[in-house]
C-alpha cells in the first residue's frame, strides 16, 4: 500500500483506536470504519484512475447500499476523518473536508444550484458536525467550528463557533469542539 494512504488510514484509525489494533478490535471492526478504510483506497486511487480505480468504487458503492454513508471517492478529506455510526450520510463530490472533521449520521453537506451562494462548501479543521444537520452552498466553514444537531447552515462561518438552528445562527465560541472532537490526529 502506498505510503501516503496508509498515513491517511492510520490517521482515522487513531481518531478512534489505539494502534495497533488489537485481535478483539480487529474481529468487531465497525462496519462504518470499514466503510471509511475503503473510502480511502477508493478515493486515494480514484485519482490515478485504471481498473483498480473502479473495482473499488464498484466496492464501495456496494457497501453504500448497507452502511447508507454516501462519500462519493471524489470528495477531498484531511487526514482524521471520523464517522459516529452507521446511517445517512450524504456528501457532494466537490466537497472539500479539512482534518479531524466529525461526520454524525443524517448529514447532509451539498450544492446550492442558483443564487449568491451557487456551489459547495469548503469545510475547515477540527469541525464537528452534529446528527442531522445540513450544510449547502459555497460557503466556507472555519476552524473549530461545532454545527449543531439540526442546524441548516448556507452561510459562511467563521472560525472558534458554534452553529445553530434554521436559520443558522452563529456563536462566537473560543473553544467550540473542546470535548466534541477527541483524539486529533497531525498529520502532513
Given amino acids: 500500500m502506498e505510503t501516503e494512504l496508509k498515513k491517511l488510514i492510520e490517521a482515522d484509525m487513531k481518531r478512534v483506536y489505539d494502534l495497533p489494533l488489537t485481535a478483539k478490535q480487529r474481529f468487531f471492526f465497525p462496519l462504518q470504519m470499514k466503510y471509511l478504510k475503503l473510502w480511502r483506497k477508493a478515493s486515494y486511487y480514484a485519482k490515478k484512475g485504471g481498473l483498480k480505480s473502479k473495482l473499488l ?19 477531498t478529506a484531511g487526514p482524521g476523518l471520523y464517522l459516529g455510526h452507521l446511517g445517512r450520510i450524504i456528501i457532494h463530490p466537490e466537497t472539500v473536508l479539512g482534518k479531524n472533521v466529525n461526520l454524525a449520521t443524517g448529514i447532509t453537506i451539498g450544492q446550492a444550484n442558483r443564487g449568491k451562494k451557487k456551489g459547495v462548501p469548503v469545510i475547515g479543521d477540527d469541525v464537528w458536525i452534529g446528527t442531522n444537520a445540513i450544510v449547502v452552498g459555497g460557503i466556507s466553514i472555519g476552524n473549530d467550528v461545532l454545527i449543531a444537531p439540526g442546524a441548516y447552515v448556507n452561510c459562511d462561518v467563521p472560525d472558534h463557533s458554534v452553529v445553530i438552528g434554521n436559520p443558522a445562527v452563529i456563536h462566537a465560541s473560543e ?12 498529520l502532513m
Fill in 57 to 75: 468504487t464498484l466496492k464501495l458503492e456496494k457497501l453504500s447500499e448497507r452502511t447508507q454513508i454516501q462519500i462519493p471517492p471524489e470528495v
Fill in 175 to 186: 473553544h467550540a469542539t473542546e470535548g466534541y472532537i477527541n483524539r486529533r490526529v497531525d
